[in-house]
């Protein structure tokens, strides 16, 4: 049986995936996000997910030009993140890194699914980052500020439309 990707493409989405989940895990994404004034949780997300996330599944794309390659490298991305760390740094309960799974799948559908260029890694960023909020609200009691919430989003917009803006320049 013949696999559907190559060696080679699979090694490119391996490296992508790994180089975003290492810039996720030793980025200090939440003391830049504080330094900036930006409040928690997950401002991370909404500040740097162009560059942490969606810059690498838009280029493993536009790379490999195959249909899943940006769901793929997406759930690449949330596998090496967990082996790294829990998502968040929440343990209880034990299966809370399904969030990070969910939240970076819909981030690799919408680059995936969406033709218009740059909306699509905006809308991925923003709906990682909402389904993220929700999982750390739900489970810790620490919601986003509703204040605050609609300006992470438009930040999150343009984070993520600057991620494929840049995978474009690439």
Known sequence: MKSYFTVRELAVMAVLSSTSALINGYL???SIAQTLGIPGPASG???LGGIIFVFWIA???KIIRKKYTAIVTALLIAAFCLLMRPWYGIITPE?????AVIALLSMGISIELIKRRFINGGLGNVLCLIITWIAIGIHTGIWAEPIFATAMIIIGFISGCA????????
């Open 28 to 30: 200090p994404i939440k």
């Open 45 to 47: 997300i909404a500040l």
């Open 59 to 61: 280029l493993a794309y």
């Open 95 to 99: 299966w809370f890194g399904i969030y």
């Open 163 to 170: 991620g494929v803006f840049l995978a474009e320049l690439f």
